[in-house]
């Protein structure tokens, strides 16, 4: 299978730049399984499309403010992507300058400070920063938002509370875990009120989720490595809820990694650590029963996953209407429900 299997065509003028002023405005492509039809509704419609007793896992990983900009001691400027935070104001990075900085080089930092180059592997340099407080805590005053490369503005005060779900808590991203920004407290208070459970997982999103396919075969990608925890009280919660015959609901396709990440044969454990998961068609995900995502790049790994879950010629039928219906896409964008074929039945009764 080539990543070219994976190509569509997408105007520029789809790809939104800005969030809408009210989260749960977003509009909302439900894709049933099968040859059911499209339907065009808005993610404010979430409470009348799932049932009593159906649990929605979200990603509460929070994104740090991780650009940042300074200049080498030869003048040349630098432009910094932290990708990881790691103990001792050291971190992960990805260095953007006219000539790679090699190890023992400092950068002079426009907030203030230095940061040391220690090393450089796979693409990513080893960073050891000398600033005035704890690295977490001297980038919410001195680094920027990590917007997206497709949207092409400098980041704005919004932007420091619109890139972030609602229900952020664990330090850790460099890219927002995006189907969970279309929720607000509003929503999240008519789904329970619905009778709908809510759980976590932390996937700290990386900004490889951004680097191009390079590869034609898509079997010969390598993913980039990110960190994750799935608590045994969401496995525990997960089993309640499909014993008492609820369903499964993914809020984006990182709750989806992190789920398969941690299971074994079907069976899903606790796990905390690191998963490069490649999730393609051939790939049976067994984990949730119904995932909620925006739309994603053309020949990304991410639109290979929703094909594995969909079905890649539903998901591009599906991408076309967006299309021509004009939705909004990518990280501020619109969103789409899908549901697995093994939910067919109490998909379509949910959808009623």
């Known amino acids: 299978m080539k990543k070219s299997d994976f ?4 105007p520029d003028a789809l790809i939104a730049q800005a969030p809408l002023a009210e989260r749960s405005a977003s509009r909302l492509l439900l894709v049933p399984p099968g040859p059911a039809a499209f339907a065009d509704r808005h993610v404010r419609d979430l409470p009348d499309l799932v049932q009593p007793g159906d649990l929605l896992v979200f990603n509460d990983t929070r994104v740090i403010p991780a650009r940042l900009f300074g200049h080498k001691a030869s003048g040349g400027r630098v432009e910094i992507l932290i990708e990881r935070l790691l103990p001792g104001n050291e971190a992960r990075a990805q260095i953007g300058a006219s000539k790679a900085p090699k190890p023992g080089g400092r950068i002079l930092l426009d907030g ?6 220690l090393s450089r592997d796979d693409g ?8 005035d407080d704890a690295l977490e805590s001297w980038l919410l005053g001195a680094g920027q938002m990590p917007l997206p490369p497709y949207i092409r503005r400098a980041p704005g ?3 420091v509370e619109r890139y972030q ?3 952020a808590r664990e330090v850790g991203a460099v890219a927002a875990p995006t189907a969970g920004l279309h929720f607000d407290d509003a929503l999240l208070e008519r789904l329970r009120a619905r009778g709908v459970q809510f759980g976590h997982v932390t996937l700290h999103v990386g900004a490889g989720t951004f680097q191009p396919m390079r ?6 990608h390598r993913m980039h490595s990110e960190w994750l925890n799935v608590g045994a009280e969401l496995v525990a919660q997960i089993r309640r809820t499909r014993e008492a015959g609820g369903r499964v609901i ?3 396709t990182t709750v989806v990694r992190a789920l398969e990440s941690a299971s074994v044969d079907g069976e899903l454990h606790p796990f905390a650590g690191e998963t490069r998961i490649f999730i393609f068609p051939g790939y049976r995900i067994r984990s949730v029963d119904a995932m909620v995502t925006n739309f994603h790049l053309p020949e990304s790994t991410l639109l290979m996953l929703v094909s594995a879950f969909a079905g890649r010629e539903r998901i591009l039928a599906a991408y076309e209407h967006a299309v021509r219906a004009r939705y909004r896409f990518f990280s501020y964008g619109d969103a789409m429900l ?3 074929a093994e939910a067919a039945d109490r998909a379509v009764g949910a959808a009623r």
């Open 112 to 117: 203030g400070g230095e940061a040391e180059v």
């Open 124 to 131: 990513f340099y080893h960073l050891r920063f000398e600033v």
């Open 165 to 167: 779900t609602v229900f």
């Open 338 to 340: 899908l549901w697995s």
């Open 157 to 159: 005060q919004d932007d």
């Open 215 to 220: 590869v034609d075969d898509i079997r010969e």
């Open 7 to 10: 190509h569509f065509d997408l």
């Open 250 to 252: 993914a809020v984006g």
